[in-house]
């Protein structure tokens, strides 16, 4: 079945320091996919998205790529804020019996420090 | 444009009990997904409503039902409460163009949850 796996976390960072939380998938046929992320309290907020292979998915400095070869969607940020702190959620969307819906991994904390 | 709400924040129930948690769609949303999300895990597919209607279901028991209603809002009920039903209920609103079957459109937008815990 369609599934989503992401590195453990908590992801601990000093201040503009570079960050990566891997993200790997197992679907099949072409997924779409995302990245949302949870602040403290709150729901899920979309942070990027890509539909197809090779696509990029770019917002608030965040980055991803579509990777098909390696069923991959790593997140990337060159300079990480103290205000980026939450949790990551990787997350794909299939139609599947006539219907949407997001499966998400198990989310990665991140954690930056002034 | 109006985002996403959810009504109550915070709910505490005894096991046994029965609850409904609100939601009301963004506004041209016209699809309904539930889910939930336990403490320190990813958010879990309940169902999805599309024109009314179940539209998709997740690995959950029946005593999990929802409702969806003329101005696409929705409903989440929980029957006979058990302590494993504590968690984050997300609701998330997306729209699907008239005509289609529902439940195609891939983006969709959450609101800030309901925190239900069951005593």
């Known amino acids: 079945g369609n599934s989503v796996t992401q590195m453990e976390g908590p992801v601990t960072l000093s201040e503009e320091a570079f960050l990566t939380i891997n993200c790997t998938y197992t679907?099949?046929?072409?997924?779409?996919l995302f990245w949302y992320v949870q602040y403290p309290g709150e729901g899920l907020q979309l942070l990027l998205k890509?539909?197809?292979?090779?696509d990029k998915g770019s917002n608030k400095g965040f980055e991803a790529t579509y990777r098909k070869e390696t069923t991959s969607f790593h997140l990337e940020k060159g300079s990480v804020q103290v205000s980026d702190s939450a949790v990551y959620f990787c997350?794909?969307?299939?139609?599947?019996?006539?219907?949407?819906?997001?499966?998400f991994g198990a989310g990665t904390r991140l954690a930056v420090h002034p | 444009e109006t985002g996403v709400t959810q009504s109550p924040t915070h709910l505490i129930k005894t096991r046994g009990q029965q609850v409904t948690l609100r939601c009301s769609s963004q506004s041209g949303h016209n699809t309904v997904s539930w889910y939930q999300q336990a403490l320190g895990q990813g958010p879990q597919f309940i169902f999805q409503?599309?024109?009314?209607?179940?539209?998709g279901r997740g690995n959950f028991p029946p005593r999990f039902s929802g409702l969806q209603f003329p101005n696409y809002s929705s409903e989440l009920n929980v029957n006979a409460l058990e302590l494993d039903d504590s968690a984050l209920y997300l609701c998330a609103s997306s729209y699907d163009p008239p005509g289609s079957s529902g439940g195609i459109s891939y983006e969709q937008y959450f609101g800030p949850g309901t925190r239900l815990t069951v005593t």
């Open positions: 679907a099949t046929g072409y997924p779409s």
């Open positions: 409503y599309y024109r009314e209607e179940e539209n």
């Open positions: 890509a539909t197809k292979a090779d």
């Open positions: 997350a794909l969307s299939k139609v599947s019996g006539g219907y949407n819906k997001l499966i």
